[in-house]
Structure formats: structure tokens, C-alpha cells
């Protein structure tokens, strides 16, 4: 694909996709409780209130859930303002250093893991680390997005391919040069993190006492994009901070309490139905295969601005893989299992070509995120024995374990996305109108109008210009 070519299918998929929003929006305009603005829908429903009334019994559990989220979502700011701040300095001094180490505690065990297993974040870890404690979540994520902006433009100028830092993940859409693609299913798992996360909201603001004007569905175009609920504004201008922050703080909250729910039903799913669906397909399998053979080898890889495939001009389509490393591999199975033991690793590949052996040293693409063999350009088939099959119910059993394997993990990934996403401090979304608050008070000493736009105004410029930074590969 040339240089223009990939710029013009993203127009493309834009003009198609802007077609069928707003076309479908206008559609479904007059129908009874709909709300159309152009390109959305707002699908009011008393329903959809009686349900979160309905849930609001759970509301001490979210309110201990939205404290919990605050402190993660803020840091040491959330927590002096919700325990402290009107307490003697020297107390307030003694409780700060007392969640600072409980923060970096959490740190060190969550979060820390995605910032050491990539390379050009590995570099910040220690700031990352006290942005955490200072800031939270918030603060982490708009430094996540820093550091790859910065990432983007260093690799623009050494001529190198980058790929954007934020993008929409659509399910079932593939973004132009977007490397992370969500199947179909993602959509319920999306509707249902978007559910938990403004139910918790309603739920919140239910127990502080705030009139709900209305809940309902979120439609982008015909499509169910999420939940919302719509707190009474006067009410909620009119409560206490502290209120305030956990209402907001109750939809991001509730959706990074289920990322870890979600982990433990993956794990207990993979345990009693996965693992001993795949080991029968995989004695099914391995009885019919008697080696692996390289399929196709791509000359630029198709992510990003289409790096040159690491294997490119090395092997070749048809060789047969003997060993990665000295370790025999008999299929595809075995080959992904070695090279999965160290993504980035530079792996020496012995291969036969017809009746001649030979090896070559090859480094894998050190930024995407793809796993072995397709982050070293290559695809590979199985080599049946002749006239071997499968036993078609063993291989369906698999297959729909996976699938349903795969949504759960969605379900976990996309939790964590809203909730990573809706902590930014940036007005609308959740962690904007906490920071407007937090950061008022703490920054420019009194929470009021005034005070609360220059934060907002200020987080704004932030925000425009980092993501900025972060979008130029969709450009280039």
C-alpha cells in the first residue's frame, strides 16, 4: 500500500462511517422517547429509573466502592480532601504518608506490569509511579498519553513507524492503522461495562439525596453505544463537594471494581472449561500434524504506517520451521509457545528449504503489539499428516470455549478502558469535574465558578494539545 493509499481508506471508512450515523439518526428521530442530536441518540425511558431505584439497595456498597475509586482515581489529593482536610497539619502530614505508601503498595502490583513490559515506557517508570500516589489514575493515564506522544513525534523524526496513540475502538470496525482490533461480541461487553458504570452514578446520586431527571440507552446512530443517567444539576451544583466527587467517581469506580470480577470468572472459566476443551484439541490435533510450514512473509506489516516485516528478504514462504533457539517445533502450537517467552527477544530460526537447512538470526518488531510469529512478519500453516481430520466435535467445543473465553477477557478490557478513560481530568467526563473541584481547592485555595474554569480551561489546553501529539500517525 503507497503512501497516499492509506490516508484515503481512512477517509473513506470516515465518509461511510458518518453516512450511516447520521442517516440512521435521522431515521429513528421520531420515534417515542428518542432524543436525536445529529450524529446521537438519547433514549429516555422511566424503565430504565425504576431500575436503578430498583438496584439502589446496593447503595452503601457503592458508596464504600466510589471512596475506594476516588482515592485510586486522585491519590493522595482525593484522600486528604475526603478524611483530612479539616484536620491539624501534623495529622493530615501523618495520613498523607500513610496512603502514599498504600498507593505505591498498589502501584507496584498492578499497574507497574503494563509500564515495564513496554519498552519506551519502561524508561519513566519511576515517574509513573509518583504521578500514581500524587495523582491517581488520573494523572497516570494523562502521563501514559504524554509519554507516547512524545514517543510519536521522536519516531516521526528518526524516519521510524509509529503508531497513533488514541483512536475509537469500534467493535467489529478495523481502524486504518490502528493495531488493536475488537470482534463483534465486544459490543455487549461494552454495553454492559457502560451499564455498571452509569447505574453506579444513578445509584450514587440516589443515596446523596439528588433527584434523577431521567436514565436510558446511548445511541450512536441506530447502534446501543452506552448507558446514561442524568442527575438534577441544581441538586447536584448545590451538594457538597465531597458528594459530588463520589457521585462522579461512582461509574469509573464500579467499572475498575469488575475488572478484577471479570479477571476471576476468566480464570475459573479457563479452569473448568477452556483448559480441558483445548488439551482434547490439542491431542486431536497434534496426532494429525507433522510439521510447520512458513505460509506468507510480509514485506511491510499491516498496522501503522506498514513497518518493513522483520523477516522480509530472511525466509521465505514454503520453508519449513525445525527449531526456534535449538528447540524443536513440530506445529504452530509449539512454535508460538517458544517465541511467546520473550516477545521482544532477537530469535535464531532453523529452517529447511527443500532438502537444505539453514538459520538466520531475526529481531521482531519492537513496538506493536503482536504476538509470535506475526511480530516477525511471517505467517505459518500446519502440515497435515495425509489424510488426517480432526473430530468435528472436539474442534467446535474449542472453539466456542475460546469465544466465549475471549468475551469475558472483553469484558475485562473494556472495563478498564472506560474506567481508565473516564478518570482523565477532563470536563465532560467523570475525572474532569472531580479535578474541577480537587484542584480548586487545593491550587487556587477556594471551590467556586470561577476557580473551576480556569482548571477546566487548563486541563482542556492539556488535553488538546497532547492528543494532538498522539493522533499525527493517522495523518502521516
Known sequence: MDFLSEPMLLLGYA??????????????????????????????????????????????????????????????????????????????????????????????????????GVPFTRAYETVFAVLFTLFGLSGFGLFLMVVNGLHIVQGLFAGETVCPGVAPLIPGVKIPKVPVFIPWYGWPALIIALIL??????????????????????????????????????????????????????????????????????????AFFLTPAYKAYEKAYLSVVEGVEIENVMETMPYCNGPKGPAYGILKSGMRIVAVDGT?????????????????????????????????????????????????????????KAGAKIDGK?????????????????????????????FLPI?????GYIANDLYSYYFLGEINERNKKKISDAMLALFFVIALLNIIPFFV
Open 15 to 116: 465518509f461511510a462511517v458518518i453516512v450511516f450515523v447520521i442517516g440512521s439518526t435521522y431515521v429513528i428521530k421520531n420515534l417515542p422517547g428518542i432524543e436525536t442530536h445529529v450524529v446521537y441518540s438519547l433514549w429516555r425511558s422511566e424503565r430504565f429509573k425504576r431500575l436503578i431505584k430498583r438496584f439502589s439497595k446496593l447503595s452503601k456498597f457503592i458508596s464504600a466502592v466510589s471512596v475506594l475509586g476516588s482515592v485510586l482515581g486522585f491519590g493522595i489529593f482525593a484522600s486528604d480532601f475526603l478524611f483530612m482536610k479539616e484536620r491539624k497539619l501534623k495529622h493530615r502530614l501523618i495520613a498523607t504518608a500513610i496512603f502514599s505508601m498504600a498507593l505505591s503498595f498498589f502501584y507496584f502490583f498492578t499497574f507497574q506490569f503494563l509500564i515495564i
Open 427 to 431: 470536563v465532560p467526563l467523570d475525572g
Open 328 to 384: 524443536p517445533v513440530n506445529n504452530r502450537i509449539e512454535l508460538a509457545t517458544v517465541l511467546s517467552s520473550n516477545r521482544f527477544k532477537e530469535r535464531v530460526f532453523k529452517v529447511k528449504d527443500g532438502n537444505e537447512t539453514a538459520e538466520f538470526s531475526i529481531t521482531p518488531n519492537q513496538e506493536l503489539p503482536l504476538y509470535p510469529p506475526l511480530n516477525f512478519g511471517i505467517t505459518v500453516k500446519d502440515i497435515p
Open 394 to 422: 472436539i474442534e467446535s467445543a474449542f472453539f466456542n470455549a475460546a469465544i466465549i473465553d475471549n468475551f469475558i477477557w472483553l469484558c475485562f478490557l473494556l472495563s478498564f478502558l472506560v474506567m481508565l478513560f473516564n
Open 197 to 270: 458504570h452509569e447505574g453506579a452514578h444513578g445509584i450514587q446520586a440516589i443515596k446523596e439525596k439528588i433527584r434523577l431527571k431521567s436514565a436510558g440507552i446511548l445511541l450512536l446512530g441506530i447502534l446501543p453505544f452506552g448507558a446514561f443517567v442524568e442527575p438534577d444539576e441544581k441538586g447536584l451544583k448545590a451538594a457538597k463537594p465531597e458528594k459530588r466527587m463520589l457521585i462522579y467517581s461512582a461509574g469509573p469506580s464500579a467499572n475498575m471494581f469488575s475488572v478484577p470480577i471479570f479477571i476471576l470468572i476468566a480464570m475459573l472459566f479457563n
